[in-house]
């Protein structure tokens, strides 16, 4: 059954007093049932037609199942007959709709490797060898075509740059050495680093957009996103229409610019700005801080959690408003079981009482620690009082935690009380699991971990579990002295380890840092 909150958003106006198309802003706090929602809308209007877009593809198949069985549900129960709904990524929309294949037979989709950039800056610059383009000046380009390709402008201009300091330092350095070795201008117009990357940026883009192109084997997904915002096309239906868009607080320019500006069908955005995790794929506050046109000016807010109790909302709203300035409050749910627990990050030399913010910041913000030393080592969990002000017995006053990566330790023999979870002396489960935004920060704290004694088991995507292994390899060749990797390869072309210890830093989270 819909509580009075859900059954008040489901009802929410598509088209206005005079007809015209609106946007509707569904702001949906943690574990607010916002999926739940978007089914219960696609089942209640059975004549309007929609084109429920979903942030990546596991999530798309998971709720076209669903949508599936409701649709079964309902027309066993006589309330709806037709499919009434499609469920797609913006990607798979756009490339359909755009004809994608059609326009670039043959290309790959995904990023242009390393490899092949090194290729095209030297052909373009006329050297001898690919190997003379430094890594740093390849990221730097590749970074400045994505940058553009992220937003709604249609010229790439110096706006586009890379946003690291550290990076454009050091394509800065190698195309100061690099001019010194060609003694001559590597591009008509440009005199600084700068103005070189810009314009290599716009040589790289020209020759993605161009179907003939030779160049360039690949195609980005945010390439054809661009392409299509920048076309005359708009999305349009033979029915009338409604696109439900999940995880709005996550999109980029470019693909809130296909997917509202560049069409006058109604659109429901569905998201939490707290939850926005995708930054480096540009998204910008398309929930809080975007202006948009045709905006339904009603609150539409879904604050009751099922994910937690009341005691963990508590938690969570006062974060919400000391840091967030948050004015609406989540409402956990109404649970008898265990409330859970909650720790901090506290200092040693410090209680819940007396820590500060600038105490429990994220250690890494505080800058890189010196060689030898960690970040977390003089840290520690402490549980918070939840349902009363002493900790829970069942469950440790105080953890651990490793001094790298700050991964919680669980003291020996600790299990988890029986109304507390299916955690049992007999359960196949793991004790402890460290969930990470990243491939990289998970290899990370599993190395740490073993180096600790701890048995780790690690969950990837296998395609993505397959990728780290191969580049583990290829590292592993490198450092051996091995320099015979193909023109698409990201390590094809860098002449040192000096080289490339200065590009995983300067780039970070790339599939080398990964390795």
């Excluded at 037609?49 to 942030?55: D, K």
Aim: aromatic share 6%; hydrophobic share 45%; net charge positive.
């Amino acid at each position: 059954r819909l509580t009075p909150e859900q059954q008040r958003v489901s009802r929410l106006p598509f088209w206005g007093q005079n007809g015209e198309a609106l946007v509707a802003r569904l702001l949906a706090f943690a574990g607010a049932a916002k999926t739940t929602i978007l089914r219960h809308i696609v089942s209640s209007y059975p004549d309007i037609f929609f084109v429920v877009v979903m942030f990546n593809s596991a999530v798309q198949v998971a709720v076209q199942a669903s949508m599936r069985q409701d649709l079964a549900r309902d027309r066993a129960a006589g309330l709806r007959q037709q499919e009434n709904f499609e469920v797609l990524t913006s990607h798979a929309l756009v490339s359909r709709r755009f004809r994608v294949n059609q326009k670039f037979p043959g290309r790959k989709r995904g990023d242009v490797p390393a490899g092949v950039i090194r290729t095209f800056l030297a052909g373009r610059w006329r050297l001898k060898e690919a190997k003379l383009v430094p890594s740093s000046v390849v990221i730097a380009v590749r970074k400045t075509v994505e940058r553009y390709m992220m937003s709604a402008d249609s010229v790439l201009d110096k706006k586009h740059l890379v946003n690291s300091s550290k990076l454009l330092s050091c394509a800065e350095e190698g195309l100061a050495k690099l001019q010194s070795e060609v003694q001559r201008p590597l591009e008509a117009f440009a005199s600084s680093s700068e103005q070189l990357i810009v314009a290599a940026a716009r040589g790289l883009w020209d020759a993605i957009r161009d179907p003939k192109s030779t160049e360039v084997e690949h195609l980005p997904h945010n390439a054809y996103l661009k392409l299509y915002a920048l076309s005359k096309e708009v999305l349009t239906f033979p029915r009338r229409t409604v696109l439900l868009v999940d995880e709005a607080q996550d999109l980029n320019a470019v693909t809130a610019q296909v997917l509202i500006d560049k069409q006058e069908l109604p659109v429901v955005l569905v998201g939490d700005p707290r939850q926005q995790i995708y930054a480096f794929n540009g998204a910008f506050g398309l929930m809080d801080r975007v202006t948009i046109a045709r905006l339904y000016e009603g609150e539409l807010v879904l604050r009751q959690t099922f994910r937690f109790g009341p005691e963990i909302a508590a938690a969570v709203n006062t974060i919400l408003k000391a840091g967030h300035q948050e004015p609406r409050y989540v409402v956990g749910r109404d649970s008898r079981s265990h409330p859970g627990v909650v720790y901090a990050l506290v200092p040693r030399d410090k209680t819940l009482d007396t820590v500060t913010y600038e105490d429990v910041a994220k250690p890494s913000r505080k800058g890189r620690p010196a060689a030898g030393t960690a970040d977390y080592r003089n840290l520690r969990l402490l549980q918070c009082g939840l349902r009363r002000l002493v900790p829970d017995a069942a469950f440790p006053v105080e953890l651990e935690v490793t001094p790298l990566r700050g991964v919680a330790i669980l003291p020996p023999g600790f299990q988890l009380p029986p109304n507390a979870g299916a955690g049992s002396s007999g359960s196949s489960l793991p004790r402890l699991t460290y969930v990470a935004r990243t491939n990289a920060a998970l290899i990370k704290a599993a190395l740490e971990l073993v180096a600790l004694g701890f048995t780790v088991c690690g969950s990837f995507a296998g395609a993505d579990w397959d990728r780290v292994l191969a580049n583990i390899e290829d590292i592993v060749k490198f450092l051996r002295g091995d320099r015979s990797f193909h023109r698409g390869h990201e390590l094809h072309g860098m002449r040192s380890e000096e080289e490339l210890v200065k590009l995983v830093e300067a780039e970070g989270t790339s599939n080398l840092a990964t390795a």
